[in-house]
């Protein structure tokens, strides 16, 4: 757990969130600037930097994070016409929460994976 991280004070219920989903060790709730119709955040409850150090210090935490996405994406109605995932890693990508994190975005067309 760290004091000035978001997320894990999302994941210890000390920040307000809409939460969807939760297991004993991943956190589901809304993205607070939704990029889709269908926009959620799957997290680790424990704090790991992005998916790299996540999957380098604890694959089976990393299955958990998928397996959660994939459940919010079915309760969200996502299942038919699917979804995106998404882990932005790092500075070229875009990372601005360092608390590694899933985007489960959908709901609609989504585009070409990245902008040209
Ligand atoms: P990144 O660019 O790091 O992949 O994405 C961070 C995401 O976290 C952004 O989509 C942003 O809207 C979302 N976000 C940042 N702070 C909060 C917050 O306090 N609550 C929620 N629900 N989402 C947040
Ligand atoms: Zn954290």
Known sequence: ???????????????????LHTSPNTVAFRDLNPQAPTHVLVIPKRHHTDVAALATADPALAGEVLATAATVAQAEGLGANGFRLIFNTGRYAGQEVFHVHAHVVGGAPLGPMLVR
């Not at 757990?1 to 809409?18: H, K, Q, Y």
């Open 1 to 19: 757990m760290s004091d000035n991280c978001v997320f894990c004070r999302i994941a210890a219920g000390e920040l307000p969130t809409t939460l």
